[in-house]
Nanobody, 119 residues
Framework: QVQLVESGGGLVEAGGSLRLSCAASGGTFTSYRMGWFRQAPGKEREFVSAITRSGGDTSYADSVKGRFTMSRDNAKNTVYLQMNSLKPEDTAIYSC????????????WGQGTQVTVSS
């Protein structure tokens, strides 16, 4: 079973940037496809991005496409989410998740990191 720990959240002004990290342990990192989700106050959790095991393919929600970039470093068992041109509506708790490549569900979750974008 893999454990996930996010870091890198914080307070930033609109138009600014943050880079989130998610460190994985306890499993074979390259076995998992990885994803980021976010949940804003009073809203349901929503998909942000995902990346394949090799890192060769990524997908993004329309709301972040062109502004966010997900990557992974399999040597460091870590995934990243580079967030540029941040908007107040990006404010949320961002959580890292892992799953098997053949499954549509996400099985393992981190505790989340808060991102707050001020206007």
């Amino acid at each position: 079973q893999v454990q996930l720990v996010e870091s890198g959240g914080g307070l930033v002004e609109a138009g600014g940037s943050l880079r989130l990290s998610c460190a994985a342990s306890g499993g074979t990192f390259t076995s998992y496809r990885m994803g980021w989700f976010r949940q804003a106050p009073g809203k349901e959790r929503e998909f942000v991005s995902a990346i394949t095991r090799s890192g060769g393919d990524t997908s993004y929600a329309d709301s972040v496409k062109g502004r966010f970039t997900m990557s992974r470093d399999n040597a460091k068992n870590t995934v990243y989410l580079q967030m540029n041109s941040l908007k107040p509506e990006d404010t949320a708790i961002y959580s890292c998740t892992a799953s098997w490549p053949w499954s549509d569900a996400w099985f393992y979750w981190g505790q989340g990191t808060q991102v707050t974008v001020s206007s």
